[in-house]
């Protein structure tokens, strides 16, 4: 049974590009959720999607944008990227979204920005 | 909204002794909490979670954390530390309703031979 799978696993842009991450969700589960983990920090939640919508946002710009297709996979889009975008992108998948559920994570997408 | 803080960013013992990673929380519903060890170049793996059931909860790989209200904290401890448990580990809150989890800044563990 696959978990949750991420591409790609590591990208390298420059300044003011566009990047899109993708995220597969383990079987069984609907909700996919986003964090960006910086060098030596914790996870930071960018967004949730359910019922392919957002549902919930964390304190993140309009730069970065999400979907969710029927099949329950997702996408991270950044635009406009920043040095300091460079960061783990962590993909986490969970049987809805009620707060008892447990997030299974991916590997995460390391995007380094030149 | 619900946050945890992590006290101690890095934390080394000898291998055999007691591990102690501590974490208090702040929440204005009553929350779930939740501790992920991370291992490098990889992704969050669950330990164990609190959901409001028994509040010393047992986890994977010996470890264990109990539930104070009290004192609003939510410490991880395993008796004798392995070699294999040096990692980053990190506490998490979410609220009820929505599992948009929140995780601290995390502890990086040290095992000394």
């Known amino acids: 049974d696959a978990g949750v799978t991420q591409s790609p696993t590591h990208l390298i842009k420059t300044r003011g590009q566009q990047v899109t991450l993708r995220c597969s969700p383990k079987s069984g589960h609907d909700t996919v959720s986003w964090y960006q983990q910086a060098l030596g920090q914790g996870p930071q939640f960018i967004f949730q999607?359910?019922?392919?919508?957002?549902?919930q946002r964390g304190n993140f710009p309009d730069r970065f944008s999400g979907h969710q297709f029927p099949n329950y996979s997702s996408e991270l889009n950044v635009n406009a990227l920043l040095l300091g975008d460079s960061a783990l992108y962590l993909c986490?998948?969970?049987?809805?979204?009620?707060?008892?559920?447990?997030?299974?994570f991916g590997a995460g997408s390391r995007l380094t920005v030149l | 909204a619900q946050s945890v803080t992590q006290l101690g960013s890095h934390v080394s013992v000898s291998e055999g002794a007691l591990v102690l990673l501590r974490c208090n929380y702040s929440?204005?519903?009553?929350?779930?909490l939740f501790w992920y060890v991370q291992y490098p170049n990889q992704g969050l793996q669950l330990l164990l979670k609190y959901t409001s059931a028994a509040t010393l909860v047992k986890g994977i790989n010996g470890f264990e954390a109990e539930f104070k209200k009290s004192e609003t904290s939510f410490h991880l401890t395993k008796p004798s530390a392995h070699m294999r448990d040096a990692a980053e580990y990190f506490c998490?809150?979410?609220?009820?309703?929505?599992?948009?989890?929140?995780f601290g800044a995390g502890t990086r563990l040290t095992v000394k031979p």
């Open positions: 986490a998948s969970s049987r809805s979204p009620s707060g008892a559920n447990v997030l299974t």
């Open positions: 999607y359910y019922e392919e919508e957002e549902r």
């Open positions: 998490a809150v979410s609220a009820y309703n929505n599992n948009d989890m929140r």
């Open positions: 929440s204005s519903v009553p929350p779930y």
